[in-house]
C-alpha cells in the first residue's frame, strides 16, 4: 500500500467485490486527475491452500482437489496433475483414451474463450456480448457434460485413461454445436469490427511489446497477441497435439483488440482440432491392459522422484512441480498457473492510463483469481 | 539448443558453484547451485543460453533431511529445455539471494516462498506477504512440521 504524496492526488481500490472483475481481488489505484499514477494489486481473497490440501490427500483424491483451482480450465488442471503422476509412476495412457482427452480439454478452452471475451464485453458496458456468448457456451458445456457427467467441475481424468468413454450420439451433437458455434463466431467478430464504441475502448489500448511481455511472463492469449507464437501444444507437445494439425494463432498489434480476436481465432481452431480428433479417434480399451490402473484405482504408491510438466490451459503455460517420496502421497505440489504473473503484470501496464480503462486492460487478460490465490 | 551442450557450458563457466547435473530427458535438465552463486548463473542463462523465462520458483521442505531447497524452473521461449536450479538453504534462517534484478517476474513467486516457507530473499524490491494475512507471517504453513490451524482458530474464538 502507498501513501498519497500531494493534494492532488486521490486513492481509489477497486474491488474485492466488483461487477466489473472475474474474481475477488483488490487494485489500489493511485490517480492524479483522471490518469493512473502507481497500481497496486492485492489478491489472496480465495486462498484455498490447495496446494498443503495436495499434500494430506492420496493421488487420487487429488485429482478432485485440482479441479477447483480454476473452474473455467479443470480438465486442463486435471491434466497436468494426472500428467505429473503418469510420468512419475510411469503409466502410459492408451491411446484411445489420449484422443478423448484432447476432446475434452478443447471443449473446456472453448467454453472458457466464449465466457472471457463475453464477460469482457460486459466488463466496458457492452453487456449484450455476455448474453450472447453465455448461450454458445451452455451448449459447449452441455456437450462437455454429455461427455464427463458435469458441467463445472469433472473429476474425470484418471492415472492412465479417462472415467467413461464417448456416449452415443456425441459425434452428431458436435456437429449440431459446432455449426451454431462458428456462425457465433462470425458474427460477433464482425460485430466488434463494425462497433465503432468498441473499437475506441480497444483498439490500442493496453499494448503489450512482444519484449515487454515475455519480460513480464505474460502467459497465454495475451503474450501471442504481441507476435510470440509461443503454445505449449506446439513447443512440448503432450497427448497427441503432434498427430493433430492446428495453428498457433497470433496477431501483431499487442493491444485488447488483438487479445479477443486471439481468443476469437482459438475458439475455431479449437473445433478444428476436436473434428479431427473424432475423425481419427482409435477403437481400443481406455485403460492400458494387465496393469491395475482402472476407474477405481485402489490405493497406489508412486516411485520416489520429481518431475516438471506443463500444458498449455485455456489461459496459457500451465506447469505442476511435483515432488514424491515414494509413499500414497505426493511430498509437494507446487502449481505455476498462468495468471500468477499475467496478473504481476498489471501495475506496469496499466500505469499512466486513465481510469476508465484500468477495468478494460485488467478484463482483457481474462484473469482468474481463484488460480492466482490456489 | 541441445540438453548437454547446456550443461557442459554452465558447468564449465562456474565449476565451483554447479554440481550433480542430471539429464532427465532431452527437455528436462537439473543442476545444484550454490546459494551465493544464483544470481550471476541466472545472468549467465539469460544472456548467453537463450533462457529468457523463469517458468516458476519454489520451495520444497526436506526436513529429515533439515533443508530447504529452493527450486528455480527455468525455460525459453525459444527452446524446449527447463532447466531445474536447485539451492540448498538451512530451515533456520534460510537467506539467498533475489533473482528479481535478473527475472522480472521472480517478484510475487519470492514473495509467496516468503510467507509459506520463510525464505529471506535479500535485495528483493518489495518483500511482504501476498496471498496470506500480514498476520499469518512467521507461522511458515508450508513447512513440513506446521501445525495446523486448530489451536490458532480456538484462540480467536475465546
Known amino acids: 500500500m502507498f501513501d498519497k504524496t500531494s493534494p492532488s492526488e486521490m486513492i481509489v481500490h477497486i474491488g474485492p467485490q466488483h461487477p466489473m472483475q472475474p474474481g475477488p481481488y483488490r487494485l489500489n489505484v493511485k490517480l492524479h486527475g483522471e490518469s493512473v499514477v502507481d497500481l497496486d494489486v492485492e489478491v489472496g481473497y480465495i486462498h484455498k491452500g490447495i496446494e498443503k490440501i495436495l499434500e494430506s490427500k492420496t493421488y487420487l483424491q487429488g485429482i478432485t482437489i485440482v479441479d477447483r483451482m480454476c473452474y473455467l480450465a479443470a480438465l486442463s488442471n486435471e491434466e497436468v496433475f494426472c500428467g505429473c503422476v503418469e510420468r512419475l509412476a510411469g503409466i502410459e495412457p492408451t491411446p484411445r483414451s489420449k484422443y478423448i482427452r484432447v476432446i475434452a480439454e478443447e471443449l473446456s478452452r472453448m467454453q472458457s474463450h466464449l465466457l472471457g471475451f463475453g464477460e469482457f464485453g460486459h466488463f466496458i458496458g457492452y453487456s449484450s456480448m455476455f448474453m450472447f456468448t453465455i448461450k454458445d457456451r451452455e451448449d459447449v458445456l452441455t456437450l462437455i457434460e454429455m461427455l464427463t457427467g458435469a458441467r463445472i467441475t469433472h473429476s474425470y481424468l484418471r492415472f492412465g485413461g479417462v472415467r467413461g468413454d464417448i456416449p452415443e450420439g456425441f459425434e452428431e451433437k458436435c456437429d449440431e454445436v459446432f455449426k451454431s458455434v462458428r456462425k457465433a463466431c462470425d458474427e460477433y467478430e464482425g460485430l466488434l469490427k463494425s462497433d465503432t464504441v468498441f473499437k475506441e475502448r480497444s483498439v490500442g489500448v493496453g499494448v503489450l511489446t512482444p519484449e515487454i511481455a515475455k519480460e513480464y511472463g505474460v502467459a497465454g492469449p495475451a503474450l501471442r497477441a504481441t507476435g510470440v507464437p509461443f503454445d505449449i501444444r506446439r513447443n512440448e507437445p503432450y497427448l497427441v497435439y503432434d498427430e493433430l494439425d492446428f495453428n498457433v494463432c497470433t496477431q501483431k498489434e499487442g493491444d485488447i483488440f488483438a487479445r479477443i480476436k486471439v481468443r476469437i481465432d482459438e475458439i475455431r481452431e479449437s473445433m478444428y482440432i476436436i473434428e479431427q480428433a473424432l475423425d481419427q479417434l482409435p477403437k481400443g480399451p481406455l485403460f492400458p491392459e494387465g496393469t491395475p490402473y482402472s476407474k477405481r484405482t485402489p490405493v497406489m504408491r508412486v516411485p520416489q522422484g520429481e518431475v516438471f510438466f506443463r500444458v498449455e490451459d485455456p489461459r496459457g503455460e500451465m506447469g505442476m512441480y511435483m515432488v514424491s517420496d515414494g509413499s500414497d502421497k505426493p511430498h509437494r505440489v507446487k502449481v505455476r498457473g498462468p495468471v500468477f504473473p499475467t496478473m504481476q503484470a498489471l501495475p506496469p501496464l496499466i500505469r499512466g492510463e486513465s481510469i476508465a480503462d484500468v477495468t478494460a486492460i485488467a478484463g482483457s487478460m481474462d484473469g482468474c483469481t481463484s488460480e492466482v490465490d490456489r | ?158
Open chain 2, 1 to 158: 539448443m541441445d540438453a548437454k551442450k547446456i550443461i557442459d557450458s554452465i558447468s564449465t563457466e562456474f565449476p565451483d558453484s554447479i554440481s550433480n547435473t542430471l539429464i532427465d530427458s532431452d527437455i528436462r535438465i537439473s543442476a545444484y547451485v550454490s546459494a551465493s552463486d544464483v544470481v550471476n548463473v541466472c545472468k549467465y542463462l539469460k544472456d548467453n543460453l537463450q533462457f529468457d523465462h523463469l517458468s516458476c520458483e519454489s520451495v520444497v521442505d526436506y526436513i529429515d533431511r533439515d533443508e530447504l531447497e529452493n527450486v528455480y524452473h527455468i525455460a525459453s521461449y525459444i527452446h524446449p529445455v527447463v532447466l531445474t536450479l536447485k539451492a540448498i538453504l538451512p530451515r533456520d534462517n534460510p537467506e539467498i539471494e533475489s533473482i528479481v534484478e535478473v527475472y522480472w517476474n521472480a517478484n510475487w513467486y519470492e514473495r509467496e516462498n516468503y510467507e509459506l516457507f520463510g525464505v529471506k530473499y535479500i535485495n528483493h524490491p518489495d518483500l511482504r506477504h501476498l496471498v496470506l494475512p500480514e498476520e499469518m507471517l512467521g507461522e511458515w504453513p508450508l513447512r513440513k512440521d506446521y501445525e495446523g490451524f486448530p489451536q490458532n482458530t480456538a484462540k480467536n474464538l475465546v
